[in-house]
């Protein structure tokens, strides 16, 4: 998750990105059963956003970790809407906790 973004960010340092209106595009997701894993999809989701903000988008404020934990308590809430969510929610919250266990383990890369 996030793949799409942390490319663009890369590549906008050094070309300029162009937008094609006309263009059709097909994707194809890879299935698995990692997306299948509530708890899983909700820790890498929240470990790979961390990662374009600290390490790709040079954001590592306490006002950012502020916005990123409201926006991770929103899309937990917003989820809830969908089906199965009120039934996914503790493995949802779980998987958020999960990943600010792993955020001491995490690499920090600095790039230009």
């Known amino acids: ?22 263009a059709r595009i097909r994707h194809e997701s890879q299935l698995g059963t990692h997306k299948e894993d509530a708890r ?13 903000m600290v390490n790709l ?13 409201l926006w991770e308590t929103f899309a937990t809430v917003s989820a809830l809407a969908e089906p199965g969510g009120i039934r996914d929610l503790p493995n949802v919250v779980a998987g958020k906790f999960d990943a600010l266990r792993s955020l001491r383990s995490l690499p920090r890369v600095k790039s230009n």
Request: glycine content about 2%; proline content about 2%.
């Open 57 to 69: 988008l040079n954001r590592s404020q306490p006002t950012d970790y502020l916005r990123l934990g």
């Open 1 to 22: 998750m996030m793949e799409d973004l942390a490319l663009s960010v890369r590549v906008a340092r050094d070309w300029k990105l162009a937008n094609v209106r006309s």
């Open 40 to 52: 899983a999809v909700a820790k890498m989701e929240m470990i790979n956003r961390l990662y374009v």
